[in-house]
Every structure is written in structure tokens, then in C-alpha cells.
């Protein structure tokens, strides 16, 4: 007689003893009552692929990726999904019954189910979205912001040749503006996205003048740590709808959680206490 394996992930990077992941699907495994493990796992850059194609024959059925391998595991899998190769990373893995290693990618899934889910009202069509930074992050919220409607992404960072970069990618609808043009660019958005790391705790502020955000805006940051970035906090006093990024956690790990263990998780207030502990 065979006994079916329980299933094991596990997020992988280097370093990862910071992940809140393994946190997260294992309070998703215990509120269902599934079988399986979840873990972190920190993989040399030397090891990577030997390491991918040793863990199904664990009983690995997947992975997260986290940095700095989003972008290697796009060059180990087998195949890879239409949106992360617009993308260009990858932070899911699944490793499939015929052997085979399928690389996704669903950052901005996450990022638009968070707005969905915190600003039901958010209408993306209503104008142009301004969004700050032009690294992973922001191609995946850009891809999304187009792909739900978005008229037009307004996209600046420190460095113009990566924002350059990201508007020969994605096309017209991308229009690049200088760094110290940010503050300008705001008036008349509908939506302000801020991708870079500026406003986490340890990082320098996003030393933005935001006196163009006013209350018909919704802005979010996908710094989660502070979950209130000096960007929510000034936002919220000039009466702009605000939505923190811990939210995008949480939803991009669903797919992954459903594909792996078989249902599709909810992201409910007992689960944003769970993450934050």
C-alpha cells in the first residue's frame, strides 16, 4: 500500500529569517486543518537549481521566492507564466506531477486584491495612477495597474534610465518624469503607488512633497513595516483613502497556498493578526 505524502513549501532567499510567510500559511494550515509544512529556507546561490530539482523528490509541491533569486528561478524553471515574463521575476513555484518546474508570478495579483478588498469603491479607470520606484515591485504593479483599466502610469524613480527601462516594456501608457518632478506629477491622479523601500523602518523617508494629494485619491505604499508610512499618515490628513501594504502579502500568497494544498485561503482580519503577530 502507498501512503500519500503530505505537502511541503517553503519560501526560499537569502537571507529569509525575516520572512513573515512562514507565519502566514501556517496559520492558513491550522485554520483549515490541512496536512502539510511550511518553512522557510535559505539556499546558497551556488546550490539554487540543484537544490529546485531535488526538492520534489522531498515531497516539495512548491515554493516562494524571495530575494535576490526572483529573477534566477525564471532561468531554472521548465516553464513560465505570461506575467512573469512581463514581469521579468518570479515568486512562485510549482512544482507539477510530471516533473516539470512552473514559474508565476503574483505580486500584482496581491497588489490589486488588497485594493480591492480595503477600497471596494476604488475605481482604477477614474485617471492616471502615479507610482514611485521602477524595480521589481513596481513592474509588477504597473502590469496590474494597466491590466485592471488603469489610463495612465506616471512612473518616476531615482535613477531615470530603470523607469526608462520599464517604459520601452510596458509601452505608451508609461510616461517617465524626472525624480524631482514626484511631488508635481500627483496632481490629478486617482491612484499613488509607492513601490520603494524609502519609509521603512531603517530606510531614509520618501522625501516627497505631497501637498497634491487631496480626498478624491486612494494611496497606498507597500512598505508594511510601519503599516502607517509617513506617505499613509500625511495622505490620510489631507483626506485621501489609504490602504497599507501588508494587505499585498497576504493576498499574493493565496494562489500559491491554493495550487499547493488545495483551497483557496481567505485574507480576513484574523489573518493580518496572525502575520503581525
Known amino acids: 500500500?502507498?501512503?500519500?505524502?503530505?505537502?511541503?513549501?517553503?519560501?526560499?532567499?537569502?537571507?529569509?529569517a525575516h520572512s513573515r510567510s512562514p507565519r502566514l500559511f501556517r496559520h492558513w494550515l491550522r485554520k483549515y486543518g490541512m496536512p502539510g509544512h511550511y518553512i522557510p529556507m535559505e539556499v546558497p546561490a551556488e546550490r539554487l537549481e540543484e537544490t529546485l530539482r531535488l526538492l520534489p523528490d522531498l515531497g516539495f509541491v512548491g515554493l516562494n521566492v524571495t530575494i535576490p533569486y526572483k529573477e534566477k528561478v525564471m532561468e531554472i524553471a521548465d516553464q513560465v507564466s505570461d506575467r512573469a515574463t512581463l514581469i521579468g521575476a518570479a515568486n512562485t513555484l510549482i512544482f507539477r506531477k510530471d516533473g516539470l518546474i512552473h514559474a508565476d508570478n503574483t505580486d500584482g495579483y496581491g497588489f490589486v486584491e488588497n485594493l480591492r478588498?480595503?477600497?471596494?469603491?476604488?475605481?482604477?479607470?477614474?485617471?492616471?495612477?502615479?507610482?514611485?520606484?521602477?524595480?521589481?515591485?513596481?513592474?509588477a504593479v504597473v502590469a496590474s495597474l494597466l491590466d485592471v483599466g488603469v489610463p495612465e502610469v506616471r512612473l518616476t524613480n531615482r535613477t531615470r534610465p530603470r523607469a526608462e527601462k520599464l517604459r520601452e516594456d510596458f509601452g505608451n501608457k508609461v510616461?517617465?518624469?524626472?525624480?524631482?518632478?514626484?511631488?508635481?506629477?500627483?496632481e490629478g491622479c486617482a491612484t499613488v503607488v509607492n513601490t520603494t523601500s524609502l519609509g521603512m523602518t531603517g530606510k531614509p523617508e520618501l522625501r516627497v512633497?505631497?501637498?497634491?494629494?487631496?480626498?478624491?485619491?486612494?494611496?497606498?505604499?507597500?512598505?508594511?513595516?510601519?503599516?502607517?508610512?509617513?506617505?499613509?499618515?500625511?495622505?490620510k490628513e489631507q483626506g485621501a483613502q489609504t490602504v497599507d501594504g501588508l494587505g499585498m502579502l497576504l493576498h499574493q500568497a493565496v494562489p500559491g497556498f491554493e495550487r499547493w494544498f488545495g483551497i483557496r485561503p481567505e485574507v480576513d482580519e484574523a489573518t493580518r493578526r496572525a502575520i503581525l503577530g
Open 1 to 16: 500500500m502507498t501512503l500519500s505524502r503530505i505537502p511541503l513549501a517553503a519560501v526560499i532567499g537569502s537571507p529569509i
Open 209 to 235: 512633497p505631497l501637498d497634491a494629494i487631496g480626498p478624491d485619491m486612494l494611496v497606498t505604499d507597500l512598505v508594511y513595516t510601519p503599516l502607517e508610512t509617513r506617505l499613509l499618515r500625511e495622505a
Open 117 to 139: 478588498q480595503s477600497a471596494p469603491d476604488w475605481q482604477p479607470e477614474a485617471g492616471p495612477a502615479t507610482v514611485f520606484g521602477a524595480g521589481g515591485a513596481a513592474r
Open 175 to 186: 510616461q517617465v518624469y524626472d525624480w524631482v518632478q514626484a511631488g508635481n506629477i500627483v
